[in-house]
């Protein structure tokens, strides 16, 4: 199959497959501990302490990027999930660069109406 035919990734198809490898259900709602990852998951995936000590939404854990992670669930009583998923799916939030895995963070870059508005995840 040509790569040229090849769906554009997006932040949805991205988050799916960082889902499915790390066995997610994607339709799980309920906060939960992270469970500790095999040696085989990606290395931007695997949970932080946080993530395996702190419940928290199942959604966190497939971004591939362990600082926003942790930052989403320690800020999470100041953060309204309902405005950062709107953001994530009805604005530009990230570009998935095609060739590059999901898990990958170079794959992901970051728009900059998301970035003005959650860039501090990141630090």
Request: proline residues 11%; negative net charge.
């Amino acid at each position: 199959m040509s790569y040229e035919l090849c769906p554009l990734p997006t932040v949805f198809s991205a988050l799916y497959i960082n889902g499915a490898i790390l066995g997610l259900k994607s339709c799980s709602a309920v906060p939960a501990l992270s469970s500790p990852a095999p040696p085989n998951i990606p290395l931007s995936l695997q949970p932080t302490p946080t993530q395996l000590l702190t419940v928290h939404q199942p959604g966190i854990d497939r971004f591939p990027f362990a600082k926003m992670r942790d930052n989403l669930i320690n800020m999470c009583a100041m953060i309204d999930d309902e405005d950062f998923t709107r953001d994530l799916f009805t604005m530009p939030s990230f570009n998935i660069t095609p060739g590059l895995a999901s898990w990958d963070p170079q794959a992901w870059k970051i728009e900059e109406y998301f970035a003005d508005k959650w860039g501090f995840l990141f630090y």
